[in-house]
């Protein structure tokens, strides 16, 4: 509890889909990497620390393919994965890749650029951003870009991430030219 109210700044969890083509030879299937490193809102402040900066975060997970992220109906379900360490593989970090409704990987191995993404913090239920691998932006992006299916994503959730994306660019963390 210490890394929450005694610690400058908060947690953005980087998350990178591997699906068998990671730094790891032995990933196969759909998997998430997860990285979790400290986000401070001031360029200028220091960002030495006595702590390990390692937060335990409720990561809320859902997929396009789940269909409507946020919303009320069973396909808007997502799971909650407790992260307790500063990186790992969420398939053996206590968060089984079996969620959704019914039970789906967080993304399908069907390359649909519309539907085959991930997002993390849905309805931005917990205090930490969040920030993707490239292609999932992406993804993202073609995503909310279409008038009718950018109504999928509740509002809460698509003022999350481009809240998201626009202070991780702001901090040089995230290029948005990238993607």
């Known amino acids: 509890l210490k890394t929450w109210v005694e610690e ?36 200028g402040a220091t960002r030495a620390s006595h702590f390990d900066r390692i937060w335990h975060i409720p990561l809320t997970l859902t997929s396009g393919e789940n269909g409507a992220i946020g919303g009320p109906t069973p396909s808007g379900q997502y799971k909650v994965c407790w992260i307790k360490t500063k990186e790992g593989d969420l398939s053996t970090n ?8 019914p039970a789906q990987p967080p993304y399908s191995t069907n390359e649909d650029a519309q539907r085959n993404f991930i997002v993390a913090n849905v309805q931005q239920t917990g205090f930490y ?15 909310l870009s279409n008038p009718v299916q950018v109504n999928f994503i509740d509002e809460v959730s698509r003022g999350q991430l481009i809240d998201d994306a626009f202070n991780l660019a702001r901090y040089d963390i995230k290029n948005l030219s990238a993607n």
């Open 94 to 101: 206590g968060c089984p890749l079996d969620f959704g409704f």
């Open 129 to 143: 951003r969040v920030n993707y691998d490239g292609e999932n932006w992406k993804r993202i992006s073609e995503f």
């Open 8 to 43: 400058s700044g908060y947690p953005v969890i980087k998350l990178t889909r591997l699906n068998g083509t990671g730094p790891d030879s032995a990933t196969t299937g759909s998997q998430i990497r997860f990285q979790q490193t400290r986000f401070l809102m001031r360029t």
